[in-house]
Nanobody, 124 residues
């Protein structure tokens, strides 16, 4: 599954951005889709995941209450709405997907399909 991530950019503290992730060549149906991020000099970390069935979302504690992962079946896309952005949210954001549920959904090692990354910069 090839994934296309987009929507990054420069935003001020407290601002919002929406990232998009769309698979090419197949539907998002039944995919487990997650967002990860990687700041300079740091390891890639889990941000959010969406399970198709049952429809369930998961978030890292650091973004809970500020970020929302959702899907749009008609547009065949998964989104990450990011509100109340902080400087520590600055990173390259990646979407990833897998076909089957894993209890280790928060681990990058569980995903073999990755988008190219989109840079989010939060300025103070």
């Amino acid at each position: 599954v090839q994934l296309q991530a987009s929507g990054g950019g420069l935003v001020q503290v407290g601002g919002s951005l929406r990232l998009s992730c769309a698979p090419s060549g197949r539907t998002i149906s039944n995919l487990i889709v997650a967002w990860f991020r990687q700041a300079p000099g740091k390891e890639r970390e889990f941000v959010a995941a969406l399970r198709w069935s049952p429809s369930t979302t998961y978030y890292a504690d650091s973004v809970k209450g500020r970020f929302t992962i959702s899907r749009d079946n008609a547009k065949n896309a998964v989104y990450l709405q990011m509100n109340s952005l902080k400087p520590e949210d600055t990173a390259v954001y990646y979407c990833a997907a897998r076909l089957h549920w894993s209890v280790a959904y928060y681990s990058p090692n569980q995903y073999t399909n990755w988008g190219q990354g989109t840079l989010v910069t939060v300025s103070s």
